[in-house]
């Protein structure tokens, strides 16, 4: 089974004032399982998730000075999961965003803020 085939699953960590913390991207039992690397989490820490979903691929990419093909990729990937975990969870609706294939499983509140869990299905063929 191809990556493309494999869900992912998404954990997004927010603070006491919903803004973003980190959130973890694995695509399940894939060979290729990657997680976002710090300077992407610190690049988007603090922000509100509304800022984070009107963030453009061309600004992240200068901003961090993201240059390489397989960079660009990856980080697309990450930030396409995010987004639509973000319009899931606050119910955008958005035609670049595909929020049927995003599932919540579990949100947890605490006295540092929530953790939500979530997957997101491969795309229908």
Known sequence: MSCSNIPTKVLLKLDKEDRFVSFNFVK???????????????????QTLNEIFEISLSKAFDD?????????????????????????YLGIDNETVDKERCQILSIYHDDEGTSINMVILPPKA
């Open 28 to 46: 399940l039992a894939c060979k290729c399982s990657e997680s976002p690397n710090d300077k992407i989490c610190n690049y988007l820490k603090g």
């Open 64 to 88: 961090l000075n993201i240059t390489l093909e397989e960079d660009e990729f990856m980080f697309k990937l990450e930030l396409d999961a995010l987004k639509a975990a973000i319009a899931n």
